[in-house]
């Protein structure tokens, strides 16, 4: 595995394992790796030749007073995570190698950038559309991979994609959760116990979601009123969104049924987490 950190050298790269007929898996990462990374890195493994893992904390997708100086970064252990994986480059760019002096130029999702996480989080989905096209442009990828658990990132990186007419198909995998439910993040790490144990209240109100549907239950307002009920409940939780959408638009539905994303953002004491479930059909 070699650890590339240089954009003309990953194109090199790139250009001589297109040429050679080999096709390329991306995996953009932010690093701090964990078993849902993992579980993209053995897809693209699986899927594609060559697999490039990209480990960027993008400046650009952090509003002012969110937490890009304290998100975590373990360079070392996370590179011999991927070694053990198999994996054949690691993109690790410096902030200004990907945003050098007089930058300016930036990808926009109309609409669906403005929803969900997009209200609380202004320029994010920007931020995410912009890196991730240029790592495109970088590595050229025939396929990348991203987790249900961002799912919208994942549509609006979709949409990107088909607007731009890119040349790539996105792989979306399920959301790895740790034993207790927990959907995995590397922003875990800033829980202490105590939080820890409250954060489970996100899962928690996903499961009651789909108990509820399975039995029958269709109204959004039925649901989503149980859900935010539960997470109240939950002294250190505090709600940003709680939401039924469809998972094309990202407008409100009023009654859930089949592919509706059931999304929420709720803040364990300082930390804000995300999750969500779509809903499949009943077998
Ligand atoms: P991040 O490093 O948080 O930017 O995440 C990099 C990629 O890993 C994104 O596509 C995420 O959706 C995906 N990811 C993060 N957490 C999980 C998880 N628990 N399960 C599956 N994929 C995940």
Redesign the pocket.
């Known amino acids: 595995m070699k650890i590339i950190t240089t954009i003309p050298e990953m194109k090199a790269v790139i250009k001589e394992h297109r040429s050679a007929g080999r096709t390329i898996g991306l995996?953009?990462?932010?690093?701090?790796?964990?078993?849902?990374?993992l579980?993209?890195v053995r897809a693209a493994r699986k899927k594609t030749d060559l697999t490039v893992v990209s480990i960027f904390v993008n400046p650009a997708q952090f509003g002012p007073k969110e937490d890009f100086k304290a998100y975590p970064r373990d360079v070392n252990r996370d590179s011999a995570m991927l070694e053990k994986e198999g994996v054949d480059f690691v993109f690790y760019p410096e902030a200004d190698e990907m945003y050098p002096r007089g930058y300016k130029t930036y990808v926009e999702v109309d609409d669906l950038e403005d929803k969900l996480c997009g209200r609380s989080r202004p320029g994010h989905f920007r931020g995410v559309c912009t890196i991730v096209l240029k790592l495109f442009q970088v590595i050229r990828p025939d396929f990348a991979?991203?987790?249900?658990?961002?799912a919208q990132?994942?549509l609006i990186l979709m949409r990107m994609v088909r607007d731009l007419n890119l040349d790539v198909h996105i792989e979306v995998?399920?959301?790895?959760?740790e034993a207790d439910g927990l959907?995995?993040?590397?922003r875990n790490t800033y829980l202490n116990p105590e939080e820890r144990r409250a954060a489970l209240v996100l899962a928690k109100s996903l499961k009651e979601a789909k108990r509820l549907i399975d039995r029958g239950e269709r109204k959004a307002y039925v649901i989503l009123g149980k859900m935010r009920a539960m997470i109240g409940q939950e002294p250190l939780a505090r709600i940003d969104y709680v939401e039924a959408v469809d998972a094309e638009e990202l407008n409100p539905v009023r009654d859930i049924g089949e592919g509706t994303l059931i999304a929420l953002a709720v803040y364990i004491g300082a930390t804000r987490l995300i999750d969500n479930i779509i809903v499949r059909p009943e077998r």
Do not use: I
């Open positions: 995996v953009p990462t932010m690093g701090f790796l964990h078993e849902g990374h579980s993209l991979f991203f987790g249900q658990k961002d990132q994942a995998l399920p959301t790895v959760r959907a995995m993040s590397s």
